[in-house]
């Protein structure tokens, strides 16, 4: 007989903390993540790191607000 093991669904994990630290902020996000995650900045306009995210994953996709004429910009700062 045959084991058939299910393909691991990438997951979404949204950042509604835009501050340095915490389970919901980018950071903690990155850490919860698996590769092949979505990282969702959609609920932050800024977000300030006092240090650089570690990224351990080998794919990460990080998605956010496009910024528009008078809207901020998302800074982040990720090394892998």
């Not at 980018?26 to 698996?34: H, M, P, W």
């Not at 240090?51 to 910009?73: E, N, W």
Request: a positive charge; charged letters at 10%.
């Amino acid at each position: 007989t045959l084991g058939i093991v299910p393909s691991p669904h990438a997951a979404t994990h949204v950042v509604t903390d835009c501050g340095n630290s915490g389970t919901n902020s980018l950071r903690g996000r990155v850490a919860a993540a698996s590769s092949g995650d979505t990282i969702d900045l959609a609920a932050c306009t800024t977000i300030n790191l006092s240090t650089t995210v570690k990224v351990t994953q080998s794919s990460l996709t990080l998605r956010g607000k496009i910024p528009s004429p008078g809207f901020p910009t998302v800074h982040t700062v990720i090394s892998g």
